[in-house]
Each structure stands twice: as C-alpha cells, then as structure tokens.
C-alpha cells in the first residue's frame, strides 16, 4: 500500500527518495538495489519538476511469493517528450541539465517503460526484482491501492499466486475504511493465500468462511491460463472485473453480497481470452472505468504503467481505491 506523493517543490524530491528506500528495504532488496532505486527515485521527480512543472509519483510493492516487484513510477501532465529515442541517449538534455536522467533510470532498473505523448504528459515507470524473486517473461502484472485520504490503512486488499502455469489474482474491499476495514481486507488475503486450488467461486467461499466476524468484504477472483488462453472468473459485490482485448471491452458482471455475513453464491464465467488481452479489476474507490476502447496506445504499455495511469486519472478521492492489471502477453517496453 502506497500513497501518491505530490511533486511540487525542490524538496519533495527528498521525500520521493525516502519512500523509494522504505519500500525497497519492503520488498527485501540488497543494499545496491536499494541505492539504484533511491537513484531512480530522484532522477524521476526531478524530471517531474524539471520537465513537467509538477506531478504525481507512486511507489510500491506487487506480486505473488517469489514473484515480488518493486514499482517507482511519475506522472506529469507536461508538454511530453518529443524524440523519445533522442532523449535516452546520455548528455542530452533541453534544460541545460546533465542530461543522464532518462538513460540512468533505464539502465539501473530490471525493467523499464515510458509512456508519452506530445501535449498529454509523461509516464516513467522503473520496476526492481530482488534477487529471491524469479524474473517472469511469462507474467506482466500489477496491483496498485490507495488508502482513503487522511487513513494510515487501506481497506482494499490485492494478491497475486501461482498454480502451475495458471495466475491466480484476487481483489477485495473491506467495509467501510479505516482500520477496521484493513482486517477484514487482510484476513480475506490471507486465506486466499493460504487456500490451495484454482476455482474461483471455491476461494471465494473459503474467504467467506474465514470472514466471520470482521466488518466483511466485497471481491472478485479470476484465475488465467496463458498457455490455453482460458480465463475463470467469480465475483460478489461491487468489484469490476473486465478484459480490455481487440479494441472492445468485456465487463464482467457481478452479484451482490457480502463475504463474512450469510452465504451468498457469487456470479462465475468462463471464456477464451485472447493473446492481446489486459484484465483489469478495481473497487468502487476508482471510478466507473469508461473509453478504455478508444485508449489504445495505452494498452500497449506494460501492467504498472496501465494500472498507475487508470488509478492516477480514475480515484475518487473518497475511499480506498485498488486497481489490478494483467495482460496475457507482456508488453515489449522500450518500442
């Protein structure tokens, strides 16, 4: 869980470096991770100042056991980058600055991708695998919340697991927000984690199950087969759950209810999913998600850019907010 930090002023830029090394110790980095990560951190909001007068950035912690990632990623609302290709090179610069920025967070991230467009901003994300984790060409994900503002807990929940070849990913909203809200959210990971098996509507109930007692949940979980381009789903209250694939949007739909009070039986779905294909899931804290047919260019961009994108330009401002992204192929960063 991470807030958005605001980068409006010189000395943001210190902050923006404090979180970066707060969560790469989080997400048990060596201490040379650490250091190129607090590295990109500086080099991403003074670009933010620099380039784009100000801006957002969000760093935080995704994926499964053996699977984790670390995330820095700037948003600015700037005029973008022309000659993209230009501005990666060493010593080029339109500020008079030493011109390393781009180039020096490419090459000191496991992964690197850049979203920008003339007049419409710029995105940067640099992503970091410590050394237990496995390095995937097969997975291209991300998980992403917010707490409500003012709250030092979120109430949403994420979690990302392996069964074989097929990705297990599941989201959950707690009741409410607050503290509270973080248990039930919590405790609904947990045992999602600790659930063995694939079905969906099955770990659903093994999470309602152990939601007794707490304020409750709302959430979906949706299982993916790569290998056979075959997608399960089962969802049970407000959570949206859709696959964004050739230029066309498949919502999912939803039952209502509440895991932790009585039984109630969720919606499930099968379907084909296609090579092109991102799965997105979100609580009710981002809104209603509209026009993702006619955003093209961004589904061409990895999971942590797709996700941090939506959630920066979606939150309501009036709750926990988590967003999920999946896509079947990973993205070709760097075209």
């Known amino acids: 869980m ?21 969560h790469a110790g989080a997400a048990g980095l060596g201490s040379i991770a650490t ?6 951190a500086t080099e991403i909001a003074q670009n933010i100042l620099r ?5 957002r950035m969000l760093t935080c912690i995704t994926g499964g056991a053996g ?32 011109g ?19 007049g419409k901003g710029t995105t940067v994300m640099s992503e970091f695998v410590p050394k237990t984790a496995a390095m995937s060409d097969l997975c291209d994900e991300a998980g992403m919340r917010t707490p409500f503002p003012g709250e030092r807990e979120c109430g949403d ?13 599941m989201l959950c909203d707690g009741l409410g927000h607050g503290a509270k809200a973080a248990v039930a959210a919590d405790t609904a990971r947990r045992v999602f984690l600790d659930t063995p098996g694939e079905d969906p509507a099955a770990l659903l109930a093994a999470m309602g199950t152990g939601l007794a007692g707490t304020r409750g949940a709302v959430a979906a979980v949706v299982t993916v087969d790569r290998a056979q381009g075959a997608l399960s789903y089962a969802g049970i209250g407000n959570i949206s759950t859709m696959i964004v694939q050739g230029g066309a949007i498949k919502r999912l739909p939803v039952r209502d209810g509440l895991l932790g009070g009585r039984a109630a039986s969720p919606h499930t779905e099968q379907c084909a999913i296609a090579p092109d294909a991102t799965v997105l899931m979100h609580s009710d804290g981002v809104s209603t998600l509209r026009g993702l047919e006619r955003r093209g260019p961004l589904f061409y961009r990895s999971a942590p850019v797709i996700a941090a994108t939506l959630l920066d330009e979606n939150t309501r401002g009036r709750d926990d907010a988590s967003i999920l992204a999946a896509r079947m192929t990973p993205a070709r960063v760097g075209e």
């Open 51 to 55: 380039h784009g007068g100000g801006g």
């Open 100 to 118: 390393t920025g781009l180039g020096a967070i490419a090459r000191l991230s496991d992964r690197f991708d850049i979203m920008t467009a003339r």
């Open 35 to 40: 250091e190129h990560v607090a590295i990109v």
């Open 2 to 22: 991470s807030e958005w930090l605001k980068i409006a002023e010189p000395s943001t830029v210190a902050e923006a470096r404090r979180r970066a090394r707060r």
């Open 67 to 98: 699977h984790v990632r670390l995330h820095v990623i700037g948003i600015d609302d700037g005029p973008g980058i022309e000659r993209l290709g230009r501005m990666m090179k060493d010593g080029v610069s339109t500020r008079h600055s030493a």
């Open 157 to 169: 929940q994420i979690a990302m697991k392996q069964a074989g070849p097929v990705s297990i990913y």
